[in-house]
């Protein structure tokens, strides 16, 4: 749980495989490029904690 204290929302959301979650924060501006304390992105907490689909949607919007 103490990633949720250095992390911004679209990490957490991904992380937890939350994928509604992830398309509302992306469609409000959250950005994908962000990194949280450790220096890992939300696209790379979504690949460690396998949510295919979140990484997906992650680096198609990284790709815009």
């Known amino acids: 749980l103490a990633y949720l204290l ?3 929302a ?3 959301a991904s ?3 939350k994928a ?3 398309d509302l924060l ?3 501006g959250a950005k994908v490029d962000a990194l949280d304390r450790w ?3 939300a696209v790379e907490e ?3 904690t ?3 689909d979140i990484v997906e949607r992650l680096e198609q919007e990284q790709s815009v």
Do not use: P, Q, Y
């Open 6 to 8: 250095c992390s911004t």
């Open 10 to 12: 679209l990490h957490v």
């Open 15 to 17: 992380a937890e495989g």
């Open 20 to 22: 509604a979650a992830v």
């Open 26 to 28: 992306l469609r409000n």
């Open 39 to 41: 220096g890992h992105s």
């Open 46 to 48: 979504a690949r460690r």
């Open 50 to 52: 396998n949510h295919t």
